[in-house]
Every structure is written in structure tokens, then in C-alpha cells.
Nanobody, 125 residues
Framework: QVQLVESGGGSVRTGGTLRLSCAGTTFSRAAVGWFRRSPGTAREWVAC???????DYSVSTRGRFTFSKENANNIFYLQMNSLKPEDTGMYYC?????????????????????WGQGTQVTVSS
């Protein structure tokens, strides 16, 4: 498994920006995803980078969020622009097994075996 640590959460107003970071020990061929959970709702897939650098986003975040990777330091970034109150939630970074490649992003959380502790994002109107 990969040890993951998220950071970068905070409180912003509608339209604001935040950048979340996900640092890991080693990712190898793992796909990495971001999920979020808002109070009273199920955990929701937000974005993903597959094993070959391809990215995908949920309908609600496409065009506003950008997922990128800094290879040298094993850090993934989620740049979140034009934030809305409905983006509020605990954001979790997750990784699939480092021994299996993914062409295309797995959106179901059952494919992710390593999870961070989460970082809180709050967007107020």
C-alpha cells in the first residue's frame, strides 16, 4: 500500500480557489483519485489520474478542477477554481495498487486500496 497525506484544505468564499496536495511514499503504476464526502451524503468521486497520466473529472468538477502530478516528489495536486458551496466536504486522496496499471480512471472507490486521512474544504456563499 501507499502512505498518503493530504493538505491544502481551508475555508473560502464562493468563487474562491484552493489547491489540495497529496503526498505519497511511492505510487509506481497506481492510479490516484480524489474523493469527497459532504455531511449526509455518500462519498463521491471527484477526479483521477490514471497510470499513464490521463485525467478524468466528475461532471460537477470538470472545467473547474485540475489534477496534476509532480513526479520528482511523488506529489499530486488538485487545483480547485470557481469553488461553490456544494464543493464543501472532506476531501480524500486515494491510490490503487502500485503493482497494477490503469488505462483510464477507476471511479469506484472499491478499486482504491490506500486512503489518506482527508482535508476539509468549506465554501461559503
Amino acid at each position: 500500500q501507499v502512505q498518503l497525506v493530504e493538505s491544502g484544505g481551508g475555508s473560502v468564499r464562493t468563487g474562491g480557489t484552493l489547491r489540495l496536495s497529496c503526498a505519497g511514499t511511492t505510487f509506481s503504476r497506481a492510479a490516484v483519485g480524489w474523493f469527497r464526502r459532504s455531511p449526509g451524503t455518500a462519498r463521491e468521486w471527484v477526479a483521477c489520474i490514471d497510470s499513464f497520466g490521463g485525467t478524468d473529472y466528475s461532471v460537477s468538477t470538470r472545467g473547474r478542477f485540475t489534477f496534476s502530478k509532480e513526479n520528482a516528489n511523488n506529489i499530486f495536486y488538485l487545483q480547485m477554481n470557481s469553488l461553490k458551496p456544494e464543493d464543501t466536504g472532506m476531501y480524500y486522496c486515494a491510490a490503487t495498487s502500485p503493482s497494477k496499471s490503469w488505462a483510464g480512471c477507476p471511479a469506484e472507490d472499491k478499486h482504491y486500496i490506500s486512503w489518506g486521512q482527508g482535508t476539509q474544504v468549506t465554501v461559503s456563499s
